[in-house]
């Protein structure tokens, strides 16, 4: 999962966060290393944005994780710097454990392996059996792809420990690229169907702050104009309600210009006692009108 937050900051540069979870969207097990005894955590409060490794008498947990895909800067904004980097940790000990070894290391990575940024040992801190939350502050220039490295090599005597990360989280600062106005056409239409939707309601999002919103005419179509764009493209949310279909989310990268989506509403499933709802009152005269009749015809 990606998280993007972009708020003013001094100088009028804006800070982009990517929280580096759940562990099996990002990250991958180097096999090209020695490994042991490390996983995706599935312990309750820790899956699935955890990472463990577990170590005891006679065996080790270490592992070095890598991300699936890397963090390109240049699709950040120009200018960029790694302003801090977090990382929740936690030891669960069993009673009468003997840690021999705990070595671990935090790291960002070049593209090609060098470290710009690492925290290794003690200064990556482990609550006892609760998450600390560290936090690192960097500040430095940053450009091109960047990958982030889990590293940890651990045993213990006599007993088991296990050494837990969660949420590694990565802030960056960048100066945005100049806007231009852009303008998004939007038809809905019906999936099951395939005929047009008039009267959906339709919004451009920033986060959860309307940019832009209108209603579908009865052709389907709406045009939303206005929207600040980047040249190499804004992403967006576009959200769709209307009454008898499930509402719609997704994101949507937005270009200086003409803009142009399609989308398809799923019809909600209704019961059968709200399908018939509107033809309550009419069933209560009809049969109230063949109760009467009925009772008159015995009186006959």
Same mark, same amino acid.
């Not at 809905?188 to 919103?213: F, H, K, S, W």
């Not at 509403?265 to 209704?270: E, G, I």
């Not at 059968?272 to 069933?283: G, I, M």
């Given at each position: 999962?990606?998280?993007?937050?972009?708020?003013?900051? !001094?100088?009028?540069?804006? #800070?982009?966060?990517?929280?580096?979870? @759940?562990?099996?969207? =990002?990250?991958?097990?180097?096999?090209?290393?020695?490994?042991?005894?490390?996983?995706?955590?599935?312990?309750?409060? &820790?899956? @699935?944005?955890?990472?463990? /490794?577990?170590?005891?008498?006679?065996?080790?947990?270490?592992?070095?994780?890598?991300?699936?895909?890397?963090?390109?800067?240049?699709?950040?904004?120009? +200018?960029?710097?790694?302003? !801090?980097?977090?990382?929740?940790?936690?030891?669960?000990? +069993?009673?009468?454990?003997?840690?021999?070894?705990?070595?671990?290391?935090?790291?960002? $990575?070049?593209?090609?392996?060098?470290?710009?940024?690492?925290?290794?040992?003690?200064?990556?801190?482990?609550?006892?059996? #609760?998450?600390?939350?560290?936090?690192?502050?960097?500040?430095? @220039?940053?450009?091109?792809?960047? +990958?982030? !490295?889990?590293?940890?090599?651990? /045993?213990?005597?006599?007993?088991?420990?296990?050494? &837990?990360?969660?949420?590694?989280?990565?802030?960056?600062?960048?100066?945005?690229?100049?806007? #231009?106005?852009?303008? *998004?056409?939007?038809?809905?239409?019906? $999936?099951? %169907?395939?005929?047009?939707? @008039?009267?959906?309601?339709?919004? *451009? $999002? !920033?986060? %959860?702050?309307?940019?832009?919103?209108?209603?579908?005419? =009865?052709?389907?179509?709406?045009?939303?104009?206005?929207?600040?764009?980047?040249?190499?493209?804004?992403?967006?949310?576009?959200?769709?309600?209307?009454?008898? /279909? &499930?509402? /719609?989310?997704?994101? *949507?990268?937005?270009?200086?210009?003409?803009?142009?989506?399609?989308?398809?509403? #799923?019809?909600?499933?209704?019961?059968? =006692?709200?399908?018939?709802?509107?033809?309550?009152?009419?069933?209560?005269?009809?049969?109230?009108?063949?109760?009467?009749?009925?009772?008159?015809?015995?009186?006959?």
């Amino acid at each position: 999962m990606l998280s993007f937050e972009a708020r003013p900051l !001094e100088g009028g540069r804006k #800070q982009a966060t990517f929280v580096l979870a @759940p562990i099996g969207d =990002w990250w991958y097990l180097d096999e090209s290393r020695p490994f042991e005894n490390t996983g995706i955590c599935n312990m309750a409060g &820790h899956a @699935p944005n955890c990472i463990y /490794y577990s170590g005891g008498w006679y065996w080790r947990g270490r592992g070095a994780w890598r991300l699936k895909n890397l963090i390109d800067t240049s699709k950040i904004g120009s +200018d960029v710097r790694l302003e !801090e980097v977090y990382v929740d940790a936690m030891g669960i000990y +069993d009673w009468g454990c003997v840690v021999m070894r705990n070595d671990r290391s935090l790291a960002v $990575l070049t593209e090609e392996g060098v470290p710009i940024w690492k925290v290794e040992g003690d200064r990556i801190l482990l609550g006892d059996r #609760q998450w600390v939350r560290n936090k690192y502050v960097v500040g430095l @220039p940053v450009s091109g792809r960047l +990958d982030v !490295e889990l590293w940890s090599d651990m /045993y213990a005597l006599i007993a088991a420990f296990s050494t &837990h990360y969660a949420n590694v989280t990565l802030v960056f600062s960048y100066v945005p690229s100049e806007t #231009q106005p852009a303008a *998004v056409r939007v038809y809905i239409y019906d $999936l099951a %169907t395939a005929r047009a939707v @008039p009267n959906a309601r339709v919004g *451009v $999002l !920033e986060g %959860t702050t309307p940019v832009a919103e209108g209603y579908t005419g =009865w052709d389907g179509w709406v045009e939303l104009k206005g929207i600040p764009a980047e040249e190499k493209g804004t992403v967006y949310a576009l959200s769709v309600a209307k009454s008898g /279909y &499930h509402p /719609y989310l997704s994101s *949507v990268t937005v270009y200086p210009g003409a803009n142009e989506f399609r989308v398809g509403l #799923q019809p909600a499933q209704v019961s059968w =006692w709200e399908a018939a709802k509107p033809y309550l009152p009419y069933a209560t005269v009809a049969a109230a009108a063949g109760a009467a009749a009925y009772l008159l015809a015995r009186r006959r």
